[in-house]
């Protein structure tokens, strides 16, 4: 059975910073590209930024330069830093999964997902 469990998620000012990390099992963690995804109230469910198994990272435009992305292989978990947060920010963020041999932005490319981490950036 496949989990992909995220934590961190929580109330901010504008500015702030937090960390968001998913916790996977029932996968080869290694093997797979792993994803942030968010979703805000009325809105599709856009990418934010993925790291391939090879390693390289790939940044939606909105947060580039403000979230990094890493993932530890030997505790098959993904995390987001993100810093300089802005009340645009504010969605429930998705952890995903996908085995898939290109790079892709699209949400039903995805094989597994987590439930969701509330993020609010207050102004």
């Known amino acids: 059975q496949v989990q992909l469990i995220e934590s961190g998620g929580g109330l901010v000012q504008a500015g702030g910073s937090l960390r968001l990390s998913c916790a996977a099992s029932g996968i080869t963690f290694s093997i797979y590209s792993m994803a942030w995804f968010r979703q805000a109230p009325g809105k599709e469910r856009d990418f934010v930024a993925t790291i391939r198994w090879s390693g390289q990272l790939y940044y939606s435009d909105s947060v580039k330069g403000r979230f990094t992305i890493s993932r530890d292989n030997a505790k098959s978990t993904v995390s987001l830093q993100m810093n300089i947060l802005k009340p645009e920010d504010t969605a429930v963020y998705y952890c995903?999964?996908?085995?898939?041999?290109?790079?892709?932005?699209?949400?039903?490319?995805?094989?597994?997902w987590g439930q969701g981490t509330q993020v609010t950036v207050s102004s």
């Open positions: 995903a999964a996908d085995r898939g041999a290109v790079h892709t932005t699209r949400s039903f490319d995805y094989d597994y």
